[in-house]
Each structure stands twice: as C-alpha cells, then as structure tokens.
C-alpha cells in the first residue's frame, strides 16, 4: 500500500485529477479526519497542508502531490531535504484551466510598477520567505527574514525598525488572502500571494508587480522510497496516470 498525501485547499481538483487516472477516491472510515481509500487500488489518500507536504512525505506518506512552490521554499529553507520530483502535471489550481503563480502585490494606488522599485526597508509580508527571498535578490537587494536574523528582536515592530535603519528588505512570515491583504497593504505595503485568475486582486483593488514562481503540480517521493521496488511499481502506476 502506498500512501498519498495531497494538498485539503486543493482536494478536489486533486481528486478529480487521480480519478481521471484510474485512480478513484472514495471516502474511508475515517473520512472526517481527511483519510480516504483509493477504489480498485492499494492506496490511501490523506489531505495535509501544502506547506507540509514536503515534509510529510518519507514520514507519514510515500508520495505527494504539491505545488512546486512549496517544494522549492522548503529545499532552500531545510537544504538537504530528501525530496525527489518525478513528475510535473499540466498547472490546475482549486479549479481545472488556472494556472496559479506566486505573486508579489501592492495596492492599486501604489504607484510602484516593478520589484526593483521597492525602497530599501520596506517590510513584505509573505508565507515562503525563502523563495521570496531568492527572488529579491536577483534585483540586488539585501534581504532578512524575522526569526532567522542573528540579531534578537522583542517584537515584530523592532525588527522593522532595524530593517528601515539598515536598508534591508525585511520578510515577515504571515499566511493570507487577497481579502485580507487589501486590508494590511494599505497604499504602500507589499505582500505575495498564489494567485489564480486574478479576480480576487482585482475585486480587492490590489496590483501584482513581479512573478516569484509559476506553479506546477509535482508528484514528489524520497529517494529511499523510489529505491523501495514494491512501492517504485505503484508509484509508477501513479505517475502513469
């Protein structure tokens, strides 16, 4: 039997995605706890976090299906992470046909059009530090992110004071919505976000200034499983499908 752990944002276009594979998915006992079974084949399906994903998988689960964002941010973020990508599907999000990118974004009144625009101490806030932080640098800037400084700082408020007075671009670690940053971003703030059709930003009056990723659904796996023949031939299976 091989274990699935699959994005719970994201289930059912995942869902849909191993049916069409041959894959079906039907509620086990344990449903309520997002545990599934997998129809017709030795599987089970549990639904995580996609930020957990990467780190679940060669723990409680031999396979994953994420988006490669998550994959990369946690690579750069643990550096030797055994994670093996064996496959990239055609870009779906919580729908078929999206193509979701990692975006950074700025209020519509902003009049910031481009990153390297981004004055140096500005503070963005963002839920893959590591991967925003890659990106950030390509435009030459000096980046920290908060908690990963050598230096200690008492409250997120002295962090940003220290980043304003040194000018470095600072990255605090927060998970959002486009709803939710339209509040927070003000006029001048920054922040990223996945997004997929664009209309949340639209409705929000936000803006995106710079692609940090375009996200591709991986299907990942450890190297110690892939060396596993057993598991390898269900895998492949997977993967076929």
Request: aromatic fraction near 10%; glycine fraction near 10%.
């Amino acid at each position: 039997m091989i274990k699935i752990a699959v994005p719970a944002n994201m289930y059912k276009t995942v869902f849909e995605h191993l049916e069409r594979g041959g894959w079906p998915v039907t509620e086990a006992y344990v449903a309520e706890r997002g545990v599934y079974n997998v129809d017709g084949r030795d599987g089970i399906i549990a639904t995580f976090r996609s930020q957990d994903i990467p780190l679940e998988v060669g723990q409680t689960s031999d396979v994953g299906i994420v988006g490669s964002d998550w994959v990369k941010e946690r690579q750069l973020e643990f550096g030797r992470l055994d994670i093996r990508v064996l496959t990239q599907f055609d870009s779906y999000g919580r729908e078929f046909g999206t193509k979701p990118k990692l975006q950074l974004i700025t209020s519509e009144s902003n009049p910031i059009k481009e990153p390297d625009q981004i004055p140096a101490g500005t503070i963005i806030r963002t839920e893959q530090p590591y991967l925003t932080r890659e990106f950030l640098k390509n435009f030459g800037f000096e980046v920290e992110i908060m908690g990963e400084s050598s230096r200690h700082f008492q409250n997120p408020q002295e962090f940003d004071f220290w980043c304003a007075e040194i000018g470095v671009i600072g990255l605090r670690r927060i998970a959002g919505q486009p709803e939710s940053f339209a509040i927070l971003l003000a006029e001048t703030g920054f922040a990223t976000v996945v997004n997929e059709t664009g209309r949340s930003l639209s409705r929000n009056e936000l803006k995106e200034i710079g692609t940090i990723e375009e996200i591709k659904v991986n299907l990942i796996t450890t190297n110690e499983t892939w060396a596993n023949l057993t598991k390898r031939g269900q895998i492949e299976r997977l993967r076929e499908g």
